[in-house]
């Protein structure tokens, strides 16, 4: 079946400090690709998505390519805030197939001034 | 966006007891769903929530152990029945228009004791 494999945390880093979220996953097809971010004491939100192969994702500086010969999705931020400290996760919806988000089990990031 | 309020935030139950968690959005959204994250473990889906009919269960959960109601579109209820300490995890509520679309509320903490 559809499943997601993200890179484990916690990740810890300087403010200012290049961030990669290694993420792969495995389907039938070709889904939909997400990051979600959840914030301290709030609920999941969505951060950016694609929906083809290389389609670019963006938002709040973080960006994500849907690369299909590999079948990942690396989440990227080229200078970490301490604001981006939060729990980030990767998923996937294939419609077709199992039609539900599957997701990874998250990485927590923190941030340090 | 739609906002979610669930309640309640967090609960400590004995055993054998059973928990109703409440979900309400603020706008009227086609589709809500509630999922379950383990410690350690992605998020999972346990159902969808279907107005005015019986929830559609995915693999492995079954309406004897997690009955849902939805009464209208804004409201839904998941209660967690004859608990365990298994079943000590985070149980979310998302509610949208489509699976890809929809909001997160902040998740109930359940512990099982």
């Known amino acids: 079946g559809d499943s997601v494999t993200q890179m484990e945390g916690p990740v810890t880093l300087s403010e200012e400090a290049f961030l990669t979220i290694n993420c792969t996953y495995t389907a039938t097809g070709y889904p939909s690709l997400f990051w979600y971010v959840q914030y301290p004491g709030e609920g999941l939100q969505l951060l950016l998505k694609?929906?083809?192969?290389?389609d670019k994702g963006s938002n709040k500086g973080f960006e994500a390519t849907y690369r299909k010969e590999t079948t990942s999705f690396h989440l990227e931020k080229g200078s970490v805030q301490v604001s981006d400290s939060a729990v980030y996760f990767c998923a996937i919806y294939f419609q077709g197939g199992s039609e539900k988000l599957v997701f990874g089990k998250g990485t927590k990031l923190t941030v340090n001034p | 966006s739609a906002v979610i309020s669930q309640k309640p935030s967090r609960d400590i139950c004995q055993r054998g007891t059973s928990l109703t968690i409440q979900c309400q959005v603020d706008s009227q959204v086609t589709m809500m769903f509630w999922y379950r994250q383990q410690p350690g473990q992605s998020l999972t889906l346990i159902a969808t929530?279907?107005?005015?009919?019986?929830?559609?269960?995915e693999s492995g959960f079954v309406i004897d152990k997690f009955p849902i109601s939805r009464p209208n579109l804004t409201f839904s209820t998941l209660t967690v029945s004859n608990m365990s300490p298994e079943d000590s995890s985070i149980y979310l509520c998302?509610?949208?228009?489509?699976?890809?679309?929809?909001?997160f509320g902040q998740g109930t903490r359940l512990t099982v004791v």
């Open positions: 998302s509610a949208g228009d489509t699976h890809t679309e929809a909001f």
């Open positions: 694609a929906t083809k192969a290389d």
């Open positions: 929530a279907n107005q005015g009919s019986e929830a559609t269960y």
